[in-house]
């Protein structure tokens, strides 16, 4: 496959909401195909939070695609879900998905806020959040963008809060891929033990760390990290 580094005239946003906004239902027919982990990873998650919290849990997805599996799930077992996404494409997909199943949302009588945004411009409350996710997410934004929205994410959530993302198994500056599933992707990250480094100075505790190869798919790692109970709101 044929790749550059980031240009002048590029960013991974924009690459991000015009890759999406022409390739949704190519990327969810591919990602459907594959086995994926992020269930797995979810269910997790849940344990973490614990049988009393999660009916009354508030949870971000920075990143929810078409909605699916996940953001649905999310919607099914917790009190609140607040999912952003880049691409108006991807978010109309998870609205028709979230029709489909059943589930309201953005009004009312739903739980689910479902919202156009790109992630490095989000501005929300200290202490919001019991837990955040960010599946195949952070690693469409440059290390630079990455180590901000940790940052922010340790302080959007409660102390005693999970965040579960995945992230490169290898370091890299950014690589732009020219024909992705018919459009152009950035990838980028610190890699495993990069982003284990980052996400323990921002003060985190890494609960979970396991780098998963799924055939079809690049290796990445999976961790889940908690900010500690005593961290200042």
């Not at 909605?67 to 978010?91: E, H, M, N, Y």
């Not at 890299?172 to 982003?195: H, I, N, P, R, Y």
């Amino acid at each position: 496959m044929q790749t550059h580094s980031l240009r002048a005239d590029e960013t991974p946003s924009a690459l991000s909401r015009e890759g999406y906004n022409m390739s949704a239902q190519r990327y969810l027919e591919w990602t459907l195909s594959l086995p994926s982990p992020r269930l797995a990873w979810l269910e997790k998650l849940f344990q973490y939070l614990g049988q009393h919290t999660l009916p009354t849990s508030h949870v971000l997805e920075l990143g929810c695609g078409a909605g699916v599996p996940c953001t649905i799930k999310l919607a099914q077992t917790v009190d609140k879900v607040v999912a952003r996404d880049i691409s108006s494409t991807q978010l109309d997909l998870a609205r028709k998905h979230f029709r489909e199943a059943g589930v309201p949302v953005d009004n009312d009588n739903g739980n689910v806020e479902l919202r156009e945004a790109d992630m490095l411009t989000l501005a929300f409350p200290g202490a919001s959040f019991n837990a955040i996710c960010a599946f195949y997410s952070i690693v469409q934004l440059s290390q630079e963008g990455q180590r901000l929205v940790l940052e922010r994410s340790f302080g959007w959530l409660k102390p005693g809060g999970y965040m579960l993302f995945n992230a490169t198994k290898d370091a890299s500056e950014g690589v732009v891929m020219e024909d992705w599933l018919g459009m152009k992707a950035f990838c980028a990250g610190f890699g495993t033990e990069g982003t284990l480094r980052v996400v323990e100075d921002i003060g985190f505790e890494i609960i979970e760390c396991e780098t998963i190869e799924t055939e079809g798919d690049a290796p990445f790692t999976w961790i889940i990290a908690r900010k500690p109970g005593n961290a200042v709101p």
